[in-house]
């Protein structure tokens, strides 16, 4: 488990139904922090909000938005399957959004 990695993640295992718990999330924690048994994770969505904190991407020909004012902590036993890795425009993107999200 890398940084810009896209896993399909269990978000929250303590809500109701599961399919509404399961998604695609990238992971943004920095692999210094691999160790560790909880990632820091943005979820992704199809749904468009024009909001400053959502970044578009491309991951298997399918449209999309990074979430940066979702952010969360997600214990590894919760990650699924690595589905692929964001390209590096978007790594690139994500860095820059974050730093500005967090005023760095």
């Known amino acids: 488990m890398n940084r810009f990695?896209?896993?399909?993640?269990?978000?929250?295992i303590e809500k109701g139904r599961v399919v509404d718990?399961?998604?695609?999330?990238a992971i943004v924690s920095p692999d210094e922090l691999n160790d560790l048994p909880n990632l820091i994770v943005a979820p992704m969505t199809r749904e468009f909000e024009?909001?400053?904190?959502?970044?578009?991407?491309?991951?298997?020909?399918?449209k999309g938005f990074i979430m940066l004012d979702q952010l969360r902590s997600i214990n590894k036993n919760n990650f699924i399957k690595k589905m692929g890795e964001l390209?590096?425009?978007?790594q690139a993107k994500l860095c820059s959004c974050l730093q500005e999200f967090f005023a760095l």
Do not use: T
């Not at 990695?5 to 929250?12: A, E, G, R, T």
């Not at 718990?21 to 999330?25: A, D, K, Q, S, V």
């Not at 024009?50 to 399918?62: G, Q, T, W, Y």
């Open 50 to 62: 024009d909001l400053p904190s959502r970044i578009e991407f491309e991951f298997e020909k399918n």
């Open 21 to 25: 718990n399961i998604g695609l999330c």
């Open 5 to 12: 990695d896209v896993w399909l993640v269990m978000k929250n």
């Open 87 to 90: 390209d590096s425009k978007v």
